[in-house]
């Protein structure tokens, strides 16, 4: 009778580890929910940080870019382009802005990439001014074909997540003896 | 204490349950922070792209060139000048830009000959401004911006120009000369205003959101009488995303007059 009483009182009893079993479920289902959530947040925060300093990097090319008001002419360019101390892939070019508003095209990638398998054609200043048969009259930098190309391929490749951001400026331009304002684009990307 | 010692099991799953409770806390503030993280940077980035482009466009306005006759084209034009040279010029005589009123402007350059009753020498500076405005912003087409010279001396503004994207007759007047903005759905509407006080164009500007804004002070000298003196004229450039905030009637508070040629 008292054995039985005995069996009564450890019902259930599987031991000292069974006994806890129950309370480690939430404790499990804590530290997985936690982990996730953590490893979202850090994931999130290491690509806006990536963002944002790309961002932060065109904005530093483009501050170079601009540190003269005046673009002289095409050597004055060119050596502000290389005044550009950077470990990204960067591209930067020089577009009329015309006063007239029935002129003005509205150019980004599509544009460049829709109007023109050979960028360097839409990459001009106006022909009535420049002599459209000049070197000169193409104001990209940094000036070598292998960087235009992999602009090229990079516009065409981009995705979601390795995107080619570009930033527009006005600026001014001398041709001849005037200063005009320019569109400045500058693209980079990772 | 027989009694306590059967209840351990309880104690502990209660124990698990706090856990998870801090847990999920935790887990709802780290979770909002990443949410609101995007945002913050996403904010930091237009901040510093809109006021840099702000800045880039004042220093494009300051250091652009303008043709001194008749002529519209500056590569055909025989005599030329910096653009706020050319505005400090006009200033100089009579402490006014341009040849009427604030809000008024003759086309300089309507014909070939200029006809007294529709253009007006007087105003090429005055009309080369609001032009070179216009275009310096032609690169962001869902942005409005105001530019403005402010007299601090005298407390009063000498040249004022907005542009407002009308969204509410965007239909009606869409055949018109306005130029739609394809981006917004907008018409982009240019004026020259002449407010009576600096407190109005507060009032209306600041109802827009994600205000960029640059200034530069600048010294205008002008002639009175046989002395001349010095002003210093505040040239700010603010600009912000086109929203419907601003709407149309707010500009007569202005006295505002459109220009869309």
Redesign the interface.
Known sequence: MVRLNMKK?QKGYIGAIG??L??????F???L??FS??L??YN??KT??Q??DL??DA?DI??TL?SE??IIDYNHFTNICNKVNTNRNWTAFLID???D?DN?N?VDLEFLLTNDEDNTQIIVLDEN?YDPNSEQNIFYCPNTSKNLDKFKTKVKTQDEKHKVLV??????LQ???????V?LYVAVWE | MNKLKRQKAQAAITDALFFLTIIIVLTVMLFKYSASYGDRVDLAINNLYFKEYSNSALKTIFYSEIPLDYNKNIFESEEIDYLMTAVKTDFYPDKHIGSGDLNYMFNPIDEDIPNPDVSNPDDIAKYNLFHTIKSVMMPLPSYDFTFYLYNTNDQKFEYIMLKITDFENSENDSNKTYKLNDINMGLSKYYLCDPLNYNDIREVISKANDIHASSVPLTFTAKEGRDETELEITSTFAIWPANKSIAQKELEKLNCKIYND
Do not use: C, W
């Open positions: 009182k006994d806890d129950p309370s480690l479920i939430p404790i289902i804590g530290l929910i936690f959530v953590f979202s947040t999130n925060y806006e940080t963002n944002f961002h932060q904005i483009s501050m601009r008001p005046v802005l015309p006063q508003l003005y509205e001014i930033y527009v400026y006005p600026i001014n041709i001849e003896y005037h200063a005009v304002p569109r």
